[in-house]
């Protein structure tokens, strides 16, 4: 079956550094997702990505959809106390139902 | 509050036992998924649902069923729960463009 690789698993970085992670596909997907996860709360959308090439920002962070259409990536730039959480990644599937397939989750640790 | 109200927040129940999760979804989403998250690790598709209709199957045991009513809330029931059914339990709703809404979540603990 479709199975999104998230990396990394995990990061500890100092507060205002830069963070990036990526996920990675061995099949296509014409949308990308990336949602954040608060300790005890369930996954809230960040950015949606619809293009391949498309670049979109929310704040701090930016995503991109990657031009072969099986990646993904998503910046943090001057990192905060309360981005730490569990960031996942999730493709829309192109096949069969509506169903957003989602990666296994990056997470993050940020030290003041 | 994301739109997606899911019942109870925390259960606490003993080994063998059957329970039942709440989800009403965004008003207008017609689907419904239902994931498990154990604790510190992904999130498990476990069914989803659209109108009533069941449309995709993840890992979902057999010791577990989900169903989705006329007025579009959907229930996850777990039966013979053993100790390694803890897990937070999500619910997340859809209207087909806008990715998955998801709720708070219950937290189960079996002991």
């Known amino acids: 079956g479709q199975q999104l690789n998230q990396s990394p698993q995990s990061m500890f970085i100092q507060e205002g550094e830069d963070v990036s992670m990526n996920c990675t596909s061995s099949?296509?997907?014409?949308?990308w997702l990336w949602y954040k996860q608060d300790p005890g709360e369930g996954p809230v959308l960040l950015i949606a990505?619809?293009?391949?090439?498309e670049l979109t920002s929310n704040g701090r962070l930016t995503a991109q959809f990657g031009i072969t259409r099986k990646d993904s990536f998503l910046n943090i730039s001057a990192s905060i106390p309360s981005d730490v959480g569990i960031y996942f990644c999730?493709?829309?599937?192109?096949?069969?139902?509506?169903?957003?397939?989602f990666g296994t989750g990056t997470r993050l640790k940020v030290l003041a | 509050d994301s739109g997606v109200t899911q019942t109870p927040k925390h259960l606490i129940t003993a080994t063998g036992q059957r329970v039942t999760l709440r989800c009403s979804p965004r008003?207008?989403?017609?689907?419904v998924y239902w994931y498990q998250q154990s604790l510190d690790q992904g999130l498990q598709f476990l069914i989803q649902?659209?109108?009533?209709?069941?449309?995709a199957k993840g890992n979902i045991l057999e010791r577990f069923s989900a169903q989705q009513f006329p007025d579009l809330h959907s229930e996850l029931n777990l039966s013979s729960l053993e100790l390694g059914d803890s897990a937070l339990y999500f619910c997340?709703?859809?209207?087909?463009?806008?990715?998955?809404?998801f709720g708070s979540g219950t937290r189960l603990t079996v002991v």
């Open positions: 997340a709703s859809s209207a087909r463009v806008s990715g998955y809404t």
């Open positions: 099949s296509i997907f014409n949308t």
């Open positions: 990505l619809y293009k391949a090439g």
């Open positions: 999730a493709g829309l599937t192109t096949s069969g139902t509506y169903k957003y397939i």
């Open positions: 008003s207008g989403d017609l689907s």
């Open positions: 649902y659209y109108n009533g209709e069941e449309r």
